[in-house]
């Protein structure tokens, strides 16, 4: 329910280089009526773990903020994920803490209203990082570090970006708009961007990613830079729309 392309890339930099993995049929558990097959890792139940994490974690910051129809929905919701919470976090305590921790800053920032989009992307990075699997090999260890920095660090400037034109209406916090205004400077943006980008690809070269080498670099040469590319300009939003009515259809 609460799946997406961040964790999914998550569990990728998780599985293992080398090993065999255990692949199930089951039925869908969002569609009943289908079955599907899934293939079952310590790596894929690490990242659903911090998925749900997080998940909880924020609909806790929309309680706190939201008001009237969204704050309902964020409480039932948060009702409903609050058993699986319990147990993701029983599995990965260090993480949650982290979570908690981490969000605590970030909403202490948005009170701040915050300006310096560094601050909050730091926030949001080093949450991530937290995510790194203990790997024995010290190198190893800090580049996957170094990857998750950065990518938490990129996501995070890219969602503000892309939820700028809502959050001015909103009056929600957004670093993005308290820095630039309705105009932000995309050139200057893009450059912080593509320069975490790099250090993505510079830290993944360093990895032992086995079978997974090939679809990540493509995610970090290719996907990262389109999505980056088509924020601004707003295709992405537009491209997100055309997916949602192409699977409705």
Sequence with gaps: MILNY???????????ARGESVTCRHRCHVVPTRRCMCEQSPALEQAADTSVILTYWQLED???DEKGIARLKAAIVKCLLSGAYRKAAARQPEFAGVVCAQLEELRRLEQERCACVDRPADAFARLLVAAA?????EGQRRAME???YHLGRWIYLVDARDDLQEDLKS?????????WGDAPEDTELDLTLTHSVSLMRS???L????RQTEIVENVLNYGLPAVQKAVPSGQWKQMQKHKIWSNKA
């Design 62 to 64: 929309k309680v706190r």
């Design 171 to 179: 009056g929600g916090y957004n670093p993005v708009a308290l820095r």
């Design 146 to 148: 170094q990857l998750l």
């Design 6 to 16: 961040d964790f999914t890339f998550l569990a990728l930099l998780l599985a293992p």
């Design 133 to 137: 699997p203990a790997l024995p090999d």
């Design 207 to 210: 990895l032992e990613l086995g």
């Design 203 to 205: 830290a993944a070269a």
